[in-house]
């Protein structure tokens, strides 16, 4: 299917996905990384979607963050591992606007077209911390181990970043069914099963000259890479949240039974309980405060633009999606409790799955920590203090 033109379009085909994807969104995190969702997958890729912030310039609709925030919000909201897939996808094409050559956009950017998406490789485990790469390009050969590779079993290329021969930081594109390169299916975690984002092996893989980014030169002036990555993390967060409220809207609806003490204070059904009113009601409010957030973060990075003109440009809108994501991940992990808190022991149920909002949230919200986003926000407001990187968390 050809990309949506506007918001509206991309916001149109975002809903179908999510029809096609929530009926199987419970066999899908209970199967976990046994069963490559190739179904659910397939449909990511033919609906369009992975092309929408592909730059004018270079064919693409050109659509921006207040786009991509609605879309993925709308398709966690069905199932947040498929919604996590692209979310590198999404990265990269930032990544190729500002930092990619002719040739690499113009060859990667046609495949997207065609429905084929981007993987990454781009986090290492048993390092001193997460900037501890020991992947390393050496005479145009890469070799190394990467984890956390979301979307990387199922794409046509993957994004892998390394060390070159001088130790500047690098990012190479390799075909995904090149040889030395193998994606393992040992993803073993208590939410997001579905993404099955394991161990990614590269042996002495061949990296093509036009294809090897100076990723270095990202981060030494200010940006918005990530940030527009950090914006798709937090409507991921914002979508479970709304998610696990509708499913304890429809529970309390249409199955809960009003406790004792509600049926003595005269309510009738679990809906009409005033204490379940009370926490829905709350609920709710915080969720729909974590929606507005999340869209205001997005027209902040609209204004800023995927190049801001000074670290100033650069920390507002870093900011403003700290503050989305630090709040969306709270409330995302807070609907996945709640909703048991007002719907009773048996929607514990493990037939109604409605555990899978509290896990997946749990798992995704420790991405990166949320203290020190607060901790940004608080020194950028009271000291005048710019985040770091340029003013880039």
Known sequence: MAAPQTHDEAVAAAHRLAAHLKPGAIQRDRDGATVIPHDALAALDESGLLAVSIPAADGGPGLGPRTLAEVVR????????????????????????????????????GDVFAGKRLGNGLAERGGKHAQDLRTRITGGLLEGVKYYTTGALTSAWIAVSALDEDGRLVLAFV????????????????????????????????????????????????????????????AIEVGIAGAALSDARDYLREKARPSSEAVRSGATSA????????????????????????????????????????????????????????????????????????????????KYDLDRHWRNA????????????YHHIAAYELADVLPPNHGQL
């Open 362 to 373: 749990r798992t995704h919200s420790v991405h990166d920590p949320l203290d020190w986003k």
């Open 74 to 109: 709308i398709i966690a909201s069905a199932d947040p591992a498929i919604a996590q897939v692209p979310q590198g996808h999404f990265l990269l094409i930032d990544v190729l606007a500002v930092h990619g050559g002719p040739e690499a956009r113009k060859r990667l950017y």
């Open 175 to 234: 075909a995904r069914d090149a040889a030395g390169v193998h994606v393992d299916t040992d993803w073993d975690m208590l939410g997001q099963r579905a993404t099955i984002s394991g161990t990614a092996t590269f042996s002495q893989v061949p990296v093509e000259p036009e294809l090897r980014i100076a990723y270095a030169d990202a981060y030494a002036v200010p940006q918005q890479l990530g940030a527009r990555a950090q914006l798709v993390h937090a």
């Open 271 to 350: 809906a009409g309980d005033p204490h379940v009113r009370h926490r829905y009601g709350r609920l709710a409010s915080r969720v729909r405060a974590a929606e507005a957030l999340l869209e205001s973060a997005a027209r902040t990075l609209e204004e800023v633009g995927l190049v801001p003109a000074d670290a100033d440009a650069a920390a507002r809108g870093s900011l403003a999606v700290a503050a989305a994501k630090a709040f969306g991940s709270e409330i995302a992990v807070e609907a996945g409790s709640e909703l048991f808190t007002l719907c009773g022991t048996s929607s514990a149920a493990s």
